[in-house]
């Protein structure tokens, strides 16, 4: 995944599909290529890095054709690499894809092609839908690549070209962005906006399971079935800058909507496609190795720290091992107790984080096997550990972390469900129960998103506090870190996370008239305890806002103001009850002034120890 564009035109495409890619940097990326028709067939020049070095390549040898597919990668399968990256061709050279998203049936689809004799260079997932085109190629490029998707599971944004058909371009979508410019002579594709904003205003913007036929004069839309589609044209009147943030005010509130999409790659291809079983390749260990297991450590840091108070909860709930969640700054200097038995999970959205690779390295020259979830492949954290889990969250341009941080707590639970049922620690109905409750959440999150009016409400009026106190028990005390940590980084009002039951042991000295208070209450087992901390508030004069999920109206009574969440299994609330929270810190920045994206003092990856 990240950024497509194309084009098809009389105008050299080899310059406006690397204009288009720069439109497209913002995403972040970690290599790039183009595909481009030329009197010599199908051409294409590709490597890993800056776009400045695939320019360089171009300026040595141009690509001279009117018709090419660009694609700026960020790595999910396989490492970035000149070779992994895309656009992707089958063995003949004939076909060539570019692809935002994730095929999670790749690797049965792949089994497949080589015992038809395809043979295979890269270690991605796209490079299989090139080849599966071409296998199923008769004369007519556009029923090849129906045929394809419909063998094709998950998320993908295609661009496809073939140089049997020359003058074609062929554009599809499933759950992955993807625009269509016209223009006078010459049309485009475009992941985002900007790509082809330079070169028109009018787009058609493709619904999941459409399809686009582009040449120069005419463009076609269709679904996947091949049933013709008629769409008034959209006129863009965004600026550059707007359009990079697809219509949004900020990065952060696009990437907090970006959530849905975010939890369904993440969990994508690591679901069997009965829905009742986790399936985690890129996790190396037997099952002898996960049962030698003694203890696991979590480490991290921020917002990776509190996925990690999370992770601890599933993992101890899940497999019965016993789990420590450490501050990585802190963890090595407190000679933590580690063996060959101990597996250490380290979290890092960037995978470059200065004291979580510290704690990485402390941990294997103790014997210990390294697991980490990162949102980077070619990290160093990814390198360095012996397993990997990528979250698939896409780049996150805003400081402050939201849909890393939801993605792994993703991650957390498939790593848990996978403990526990090699550990046979769960039945094998409750880890298929948790499944179908996880395949939900992206649809539900979209349910809380759909109710930011209120939350903008009660944003405005915490906006008017200088302190605030965030309050939960069990898994809602780790939510509640997060989100006083939210707040605090975007809004600067002075928050604190307590766990409700350690009120009464200092706290409650500091509640005074009128004073905001976030209470989380959606752990139905800790519920009555939590309404007995909330109801000592509300006697000192807080102001209550609580979180409970639907269907338990009890809450109501006991605070002033309320938001539901939908109803889910208790371990995956985390899950659902930080987004009103991140909308919560977005909204009270908001009303303050202040640069959502770029708080004062912070940088997005922490480099220095």
């Known amino acids: 995944m990240c950024g497509i564009v194309g084009y098809v035109g009389k105008r050299n495409s080899q310059n406006i599909l690397i204009d288009g890619l720069k439109k497209l940097e913002y995403r972040g990326y970690d290599s790039a290529g183009v595909a481009v028709y030329t009197t010599e067939g199908l051409q294409i020049k590709k490597s890993k890095g800056r776009l400045a070095v695939l320019e360089s390549k171009l300026v040595e040898a141009p690509l001279s054709g009117n018709i090419g597919i660009g694609h700026t990668r960020w790595a999910t399968h396989g490492k970035p690499s000149d070779v992994n990256s895309h656009p992707h061709t089958d063995n003949s050279s004939k076909f060539s894809v570019v692809h935002n998203g994730i095929i999670e049936n790749y690797i049965a689809l792949k089994e497949e092609l080589m015992e038809q004799g395809h043979v295979f260079v890269s270690e991605t997932d796209t490079e299989v839908i090139s080849h599966l085109i071409a296998s199923l190629y008769e004369g007519d490029i556009v029923k090849a690549v129906q045929q394809a998707v419909t063998r094709m599971r998950g998320a993908f944004a295609l661009g496809v070209l073939t140089e049997y058909e020359p003058e074609k ?7 992955s962005p993807l625009i269509i410019g016209v223009g006078e002579g010459e049309n485009f594709i475009g992941s985002d906006i900007p790509a082809i904003l330079e070169h028109t205003r009018n787009v058609y913007i493709l619904n999941d399971g459409e399809m686009a036929l582009l040449t120069k004069d005419d463009v076609t839309l269709m679904t996947l079935e091949g049933n013709f589609i008629s769409r008034e044209l959209f006129h863009v009147d965004w600026d550059i800058i ?7 005010d900020h990065f952060m509130l696009k990437e907090i909507h970006e959530q849905p999409k975010a939890y369904r790659d993440t969990m994508g291809a690591r679901i069997d496609a009965s829905g009742t079983k986790v399936l985690l390749p890129e996790v190396g260990m037997t099952r002898e190795q996960v049962a030698d297991i003694r203890n696991v450590h979590i480490v991290a840091c921020g917002t990776a720290y509190h996925a990690g108070l999370v992770g601890k909860s599933v993992i101890e709930t899940l ?13 090595r200097y407190r000679s933590p107790i580690i063996t060959p038995q101990t597996l250490v999970i380290v979290v890092s959205q960037s995978g470059e984080t200065a004291d979580t690779l510290a704690a990485l390295r402390e941990a294997k020259r103790n014997g210990a096997r390294v697991l980490a979830i990162t949102n980077v492949v070619g990290s ?9 889990i990528v979250t698939w969250a896409g780049p996150e341009i805003a400081v402050a972390s939201t849909k890393a941080y939801t993605s792994q707590l993703i991650a957390f639970y498939l790593l848990g469900l996978y403990l526990a049922q090699t550990l046979e620690t769960v039945e094998a109905g409750y880890v298929a129960e948790v499944l179908a409750a996880m395949q939900e959440l992206p649809k539900q999150v979209e349910e809380v998103l759909a109710q930011a009016e209120s939350i903008r409400e009660v944003a405005e009026q915490i906006a008017k506090h200088h302190n605030l106190f965030f309050i939960g028990r069990g898994l809602d005390y780790a939510t509640a870190l997060e989100g006083s940590l939210k707040l605090k980084e975007i809004s600067y009002i002075h928050s604190e996370a307590y766990a409700a039951g ?6 409650l000295a500091l509640i005074e008239d009128g004073i905001p208070v976030i209470a989380l209450a959606t752990q139905d087992a800790l ?3 939590t309404v007995s901390n909330i109801k000592e508030m509300k006697a000192r004069g807080a102001q209550v806002y609580g979180i409970h999920m639907t269907g ?3 809450l109501a009574k006991a605070v002033d103001e309320t938001f539901a969440i939908p109803q889910t299994h208790q371990l995956l609330a985390p899950a659902l009850s930080v987004v009103p929270l991140q909308l919560l810190s977005y909204y009270a920045s908001l009303a303050l002034g202040h640069d959502v994206d770029k708080p004062r003092n912070l940088a997005k990856s922490v480099t220095v120890e």
């Open 169 to 175: 371009l062929v554009a599809v979508r499933l759950s």
């Open 242 to 248: 707007t359009a990079e943030k697809a219509g949004f």
């Open 319 to 331: 497999a019965r091992l016993p789990v420590e969640a450490d501050v990585a700054s802190e963890y």
């Open 380 to 388: 160093s954290v990814a390198r360095e550990a012996d397993d990997v």
């Open 502 to 507: 350690e009120l009464k042991h200092g706290t």
């Open 527 to 529: 519920f009555e305890k």
């Open 552 to 554: 338990n109206d009890e």
